[in-house]
């Protein structure tokens, strides 16, 4: 699982890890459907995650938000929010240290289609997060490796 400390390892500085946060617009079909006109956060999670939202806004109920400077909750380490790495969906049906029991239908369909993105969810922690998605190590190194492919959305 990426960690803040990992992300910022492979990028070498924070200026060079912080090089992907910016203004991402919103797909029109998303914007109003709980989610804002433009969201401030990393490329290299925003762009496959609203693309993967932009075809399933039947499963968003509300909008946790993205970019936050803040550590883990409850936690000493930073959280891949300070870099704009993930982002909290559906936090009042889904919410932190419980299990799914709410739309469990639509959870399972989204986890499914976010992993085939790179994108990991944290419902199956030790203390569940499931509202939480961010991106995987392996989303991270692509980015790194090619970032020009991340510039829709
Ligand atoms: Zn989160």
């Not at 995650?49 to 806004?57: D, I, M, N």
């Not at 559906?90 to 976010?114: K, S, T």
């Amino acid at each position: 699982m990426l960690t803040y400390k990992r992300a910022l390892s492979l990028a070498g500085s924070e200026h060079a890890l912080m090089a992907g946060c910016r203004i991402h617009r919103v797909p029109t079909e998303l914007y109003g459907h709980h989610l804002p006109a433009r969201v401030y956060g990393h490329e290299a999670f925003l762009c496959p995650f609203l693309r993967v939202l932009a075809g399933r806004r039947e499963l968003i109920r509300s909008w946790g938000g993205c970019f936050e400077v803040r550590k883990v909750r409850g936690g000493r380490a930073i959280s891949m929010h300070s870099a704009g790495l993930a982002a909290d969906l559906n936090h009042h049906v889904w919410p932190l240290g419980r299990p799914v029991v709410l739309y469990r239908e639509d959870f399972d369909a989204l986890v499914e289609a976010m992993a085939v993105e790179g994108i990991d969810n944290g419902g199956g922690w030790t203390r569940p997060d499931p509202m939480h998605f961010q991106a995987s190590e392996l989303l991270f190194r692509e980015w790194l490796a090619s970032p020009e492919k991340f510039s829709s959305f």
